[in-house]
């Protein structure tokens, strides 16, 4: 009966020890606090928890609480993403995030990073510059190569030669060794009997 007892005070204190499991904030990007001099196009968070296919928001404000997010939130897993409009004011953004990984609460907070604008913002146009050709450096240079390829190939070529003389030393050597054991063994007999 005691053990009975024992097993059963055993099993509850088991089941009811399980840690919850809740999803936590693991990194944001970009990371909370940061001062950017390049604007971001896209603001991620990531969980410790996978998130469910719909439900999830994630939101950035401008300086003057203005939406600047391009609304494409994008699950991946663990992680969150929304695209961004082009940044053109400095000063402090806000990123609010809910994040709903199924069986937990949501996890829902916020974070701030701070984005120093240029004075002004231009699109760079690429405009071409003229290059000088070195064509006399490249000849020369593969010229040389060109050299070190017939050098090479006709060093190989003589490493054949010798190999093919050397092989057929060999095989004449091994010809008269045969010729003189045929000769020795078909060589009559001289002993009297």
Known sequence: M?????????????????????????????????????????????????????????????????????????VADTSLVVGLKPLTTAGVYTVSYTLLASGEDPLQGSFTFVYNAPAAISSATPTP??????????????????????????????????????ARALWRQGQKRKRKSTKKKSAPSTREE
Request: neutral net charge; contains cysteine; aromatic residues 6%.
């Open 2 to 74: 005691k053990l009975r007892v024992i097993a059963a005070t055993f099993a509850l204190a088991l089941s009811i020890s399980t840690p919850a499991h809740a999803n936590t904030l693991v990194s944001t990007s970009p990371t909370s606090g940061s001062v950017l001099v390049a604007a971001p196009n896209a603001v991620s968070v990531v969980g410790t928890s996978s998130l469910q296919a719909d439900g999830n928001q994630l939101s950035v404000v401008d300086p003057k609480g203005n939406a600047i997010d391009d609304g494409s939130v994008t």
């Open 129 to 166: 510059s003229p290059t000088s050709s070195h064509t006399a450096g490249k000849t020369a240079s593969s010229h040389g190569a060109a050299i070190f390829v017939v050098v090479i190939f006709l060093l190989g070529c003589a490493v054949l030669l010798f190999l093919i003389w050397y």
